[in-house]
């Protein structure tokens, strides 16, 4: 005898609305992000088996990217001056997602340590529009968690 589905309905004010996310970098709230993304990768090498390729994960890569509407230089002359000395900087992240009207307000929070920064935009604008910093980073896949999810 076939089972019937229960019936959930689902309405898009449920949806998670990016507007309300918010990232800390080195315990500092940015203020003014406008995108952030973390995200971890599979590095895969080929293994036969037969005449069939599967594959097999040999180790993860956490890269990711933050975009900050331009108001104040933020850490950008620390890591400039410390990639200058001759050493390699790192960070700690932390993103929130949350909107009060999705998921009866519950909250993701990840929090991802040994960031380092691929490159540092020193000063970029373009006539008419609001100015935007672009941070691609990378981390250790190790130094990820969630500290909160929805279930």
């Not at 449920?14 to 970098?25: D, I, L």
């Not at 340590?113 to 672009?134: A, I, P, R, S």
Request: with cysteine; charged share 30%; glycine share 8%.
């Amino acid at each position: 005898m076939a089972r019937e589905a229960e019936s959930v309905t689902y309405r898009g004010r449920r949806r998670w609305n990016g507007s309300h996310g918010k990232v800390w970098w080195d315990n500092e709230v940015l203020f003014e992000i406008s995108k952030f993304e973390a995200k971890v990768t599979a590095d895969r090498e080929d293994v036969l088996i037969g005449n069939s390729k599967d594959s097999k994960i040999v180790s993860l890569t956490g890269t990711g990217t933050i975009t900050i509407k331009s108001v104040i230089n933020r850490n950008i002359n620390k890591y400039l001056e410390e990639y200058k000395s001759g050493r390699d900087p790192r960070a700690t992240l932390v993103g929130l997602i949350e909107d009060p009207d999705a998921a009866d307000g519950q909250k993701e929070r990840c929090s991802i340590d040994n960031v380092w920064f691929n490159e540092l935009t020193l000063m970029t604008f373009e006539k008419g529009t609001v100015v935007e910093k672009e941070f691609p980073f990378g981390f250790t896949p190790e130094d990820a968690q969630f500290i909160e999810t929805v279930e």
